[in-house]
């Protein structure tokens, strides 16, 4: 079984920063796809960024290119969002997740199998 932790949320004011750890374990994701959602109050969890654990291509959501970056620590089993420049509108839920065995898309929760239980982030104006 396959559990991830996020960690490093909080409030932080416009313009700052923040960095959101996931840490796997069990069976992990030597071989898969990580990647981090985000759910606001009302509104459908959507794709922020992923990377693929073999050769490290990494993926962004319009919204975020630029200004935050997923990186991961192989020996650590930890994936990282660092969010720079943050936004009111960058408030949400963060959830990382494990990509699924066969993924045909990145950017969709569909694509995923197993989620961490998610860290608040709140940007305030």
């Known amino acids: 079984q396959v559990q991830l932790v996020e960690s490093g949320g909080g409030l932080v004011q416009a313009g700052g920063s923040l960095r959101l750890s996931c840490a796997a374990s069990?069976?992990?994701?030597?071989?898969?796809?990580m990647g981090w959602f985000r759910q606001a109050p009302g509104k459908e969890r959507e794709f922020v960024a992923a990377?693929?654990?073999?050769?490290?291509?990494?993926y962004y959501a319009d919204s975020v290119k630029g200004r935050f970056t997923i990186s991961g620590d192989n020996a650590k089993n930890t994936v990282y969002l660092e969010m720079n420049n943050l936004k009111p509108e960058d408030t949400a839920v963060y959830y990382c997740?494990?990509?699924?065995?066969?993924?045909?898309?990145?950017?969709?929760?569909?694509?995923?199998?197993?989620w961490g239980q998610g860290t608040q982030v709140t940007v305030s104006s």
């Open positions: 069990g069976r992990t994701f030597s071989s898969r796809t």
């Open positions: 997740a494990r990509g699924s065995p066969v993924q045909l898309r990145v950017d969709t929760p569909r694509g995923y199998d197993f």
């Open positions: 990377i693929r654990w073999n050769g490290g291509t990494t």
